[in-house]
């Protein structure tokens, strides 16, 4: 087969597809990529055909913001959410649709695989089906979809227990609806009518969800709140991390199992400011003689963490993951979904401290999960940090459900389910042609809120 893949210009939507591609090559697939510039030489070093997004979907993975800089400044909250879809996501889909028509004159793919954020996706899914090759998403978040109880997403809200949480939920998510949700489908619907498709009815995140042929979700759904679900909704287990990105650090040996290993990390996008997260939990960590604590940068260089690094601590810029993770006791991240699920398809426990982006929502799945301790803040004291490391360290109960959850991402062959639903919508093609050519073709409308 021939495999376009399509993904959004950052290290978090990139990884899981990159990792992906490998299990499509391993069976003899021709792979070709359409994703930020900044990406060509990886992409090309994996022996996948680099399809560039044009200017105005792409931008430096390094610094995501630097599209809209007042994201940095802009508090976490319904108004920092509407001004990254509408500027981040609503705005590309233009240029992304433009790069994918592009790839596919030069690439005629029997299948386009994308990661759930590639908005650029949406003209061709809501055209004739007919005319487009099957399309499969992946979830590299939550879940976007309604919830049951009434909560929006992105809030960081577990699921509702007391008819008074749902009253709360009500109540929150018309004011989600009038500041975030109507604006941005407003914005949506523009762009999509000047592409000549839409409009679409349901919010921005929801709407690609029941589109796709098919959805592959990369986590379990003991990790998902439980709702009814669209049946294009596959939950595949975490994709296997690629190995050898980088070799392991000049202090490999101090991890001898001597001491407790905690690592802390901010991700690759909302790492801008280290003393977040990665600064504090160094000092709160700091006079724990029986911790051994790991940080890195997310790709920053090492001297951008602030302050002194204790004697009980080690930094990198990068860390090679498949190395790493089965040595960590801890994860103390704010809330990267990929992060979050390999770390708990090692069985690691997590403490989690973030609240924006999709961190408030992974977050709020830790704690509901028990898999770990939330903190449900941005910026986490030290203190707090330290209490909520040693009770998820010295307390069994997070780790036998951290290693419940592996078992279940272990009873998952990634591998064998990526490549079932894969086939199967190729497979499928031709009868689908014939079945719609019997019928006159008519553009497809996502359905309205539920």
């Known amino acids: 087969m021939k495999i376009l893949i399509a993904s959004t210009p ?126 499969a998403l992946c979830g590299t978040s939550i879940l976007h979809w309604a919830r049951e109880d009434g909560a929006p997403n992105f809030l960081g809200l577990p699921p509702a227990r007391t008819d008074e949480d749902r009253d709360r939920y009500a109540a929150l998510a018309r004011d989600y609806d009038a500041t975030v949700d109507q604006p941005v489908l407003l914005r949506l619907n523009r762009a999509l009518k000047g592409l000549g498709v839409g409009p679409v009815a349901m919010p921005l995140f929801h709407s690609v969800v029941p589109l796709a042929d098919s959805y592959l979700q990369l986590s379990v759904p003991s990790f998902e709140f ?5 049946s294009s909704v596959n939950f595949v287990g975490t994709p296997p991390i690629i190995a050898n990105q980088v070799s392991p650090p000049p202090w490999a040996e101090d991890l001898d199992g001597s001491r407790k290993v905690v690592l802390v990390t901010q991700g690759t996008v909302a790492n801008h400011n ?27 260089p090492i001297d951008a963490i602030p302050g002194k690094v204790p004697s009980n601590a080690r930094v990198a810029s990068y860390l090679p993951f498949e190395w790493l993770l089965p040595k960590i006791d801890v994860l103390v991240t704010n809330g990267g979904y990929g992060s ?29 999960s028990g898999v770990g301790i939330d903190l449900a803040t941005n910026e986490p004291t030290p203190e707090a940090l330290r209490e909520a490391v040693r009770t998820v360290l010295d307390q069994p109960p997070y780790r036998l459900r951290a290693s419940q959850i592996a078992d279940e991402f272990a009873g998952i062959d990634t591998r064998k389910e990526i490549l079932r639903i894969i086939g199967e919508l190729v497979t499928d093609q031709t009868k689908l042609s014939r079945l719609r050519a019997a019928v006159p073709s008519r553009g497809r409308r996502a359905g309205r809120r539920g």
């Open 10 to 135: 950052a290290t978090g939507h990139l990884n899981p597809l990159l990792a992906i591609t490998q299990i499509l090559a391993a069976e003899g697939h021709e792979i070709a990529l359409v994703t930020g510039t900044a990406f060509r030489a990886r992409v090309e070093a994996n022996g996948i055909r680099f399809f560039p997004l044009p200017e105005g979907a792409d931008f430096d993975p390094n610094d995501v913001f630097s599209l809209v800089p007042e994201l940095k400044i802009i508090p976490p909250g319904l108004e920092w959410l509407r001004v990254v879809c509408e500027r981040i996501f609503v705005d590309a889909i233009p240029a992304q649709h433009q790069g994918l028509l592009e790839a596919l004159r030069q690439f005629p793919a029997d299948i386009i695989v994308a990661d759930d954020m590639f908005f650029g996706i949406l003209p061709i899914l809501l055209g004739p089906r007919s005319h487009r090759p099957p399309v």
């Open 226 to 230: 439980p709702r009814d679900m669209p």
């Open 340 to 368: 979050v699920n390999q770390a708990m398809s090692f069985g690691i426990p997590l403490v989690t401290a973030g609240l924006t982006e999709d961190k408030a929502d992974v977050n709020a799945r830790v704690a509901w």
């Open 274 to 300: 280290l003393n977040l997260l990665v600064a504090p939990t160094l000092a709160a960590l700091a006079n724990e003689p029986d911790i051994l604590v790991i940080a890195t940068a997310g790709g920053r």
